[in-house]
């Protein structure tokens, strides 16, 4: 029998083992046992969740919910709902431009490192540089417009010159080529921001995917026979229609199906019915084309 050393066991033994162990053992060494392990598992609570209360720095946190949940109006989560499932936490690294980060900002600008108090920050208000495109930033917080379906296209519009007069390339063709690069690539995703707000269908397709819910091109199989039969026979009415008259007034018909869509789809959206306003999208999509064939048909009677 060696002296002065001492067996460590791990708590987690083989059941069997354990219990032979333990039968074995005295009443006052079995409190002992029992009052060791006690401590252990106390001891490995207190780690765990020691752990889990640390903030995450530098990763975005989303709540997946059921796909039908909406987070109130925010849209800031990304990835699929799971249905079934009670409400989960996932933590990831911002990859997407499209990816809303809730996390502090905390960046310095790269030329004279004075901290950016702005999100997104196009500009250093000390050195006056053109900043990089940050990354995780949605395209309603670049336009500087509401979170909403029904938004104000004047005031997108607005912002949209403001920020295209400030960032244009041909601004800093006198700049260093970093700066250069910076203010390209600040200027396209102002033109990507823009162009995806502007009209309802593709603003509201990107509402939805912020929620991670898709439309995926060229699937019919949710749509109603009677819906498409009747896009059918539109579609032939617009290519046989032989004035300017017959055409406009498809058209007419056409814009009014949209604004009855556009209504139902925000009235969807506020309350949450995620896939009602998918599939309300779904046929807006079709109308939409039936209203860019209208234009088309029009400019050849010209």
Sequence with gaps: MSVGRRVIRNPRVESVE???????????????????????????????????????HGVCSSLHTEDTSWHGRSMGSRGAPVRGRGPTLHAHQSNSPRNFCTGPVGHNCWKCEQPLDTAPAFFCVSCKVVQPPEEGVSYFKIMACDHTFTLDTHQLQKR????????????????????????????????????????PLSRGLY???LEGVRIEEGTDAGADAAFLMELMEVNEAVDEARTPEEADTIGRDTRGKLADLTERIDAALRTGELQTARALLAQMKYHANIEEKVKEKLREFM
């Design 160 to 199: 949209y010159l403001q920020l295209q007069r400030s960032l244009h390339p041909d601004n800093f063709s006198q700049n260093s080529v970093r700066e250069q690069e910076y203010s390209e690539n600040q200027s396209a995703l102002v033109n990507k921001a823009y162009t995806t707000l502007l009209k």
């Design 207 to 209: 509402m939805l995917e």
């Design 18 to 56: 354990s219990g032979l162990c333990y039968d074995m053992l005295s009443s006052t060494s079995r409190q002992i046992v029992l009052s060791s392990r006690a401590a252990l598992l106390t001891r490995s609570r207190l780690s765990v969740s020691k752990v889990a209360a640390r903030p995450a």
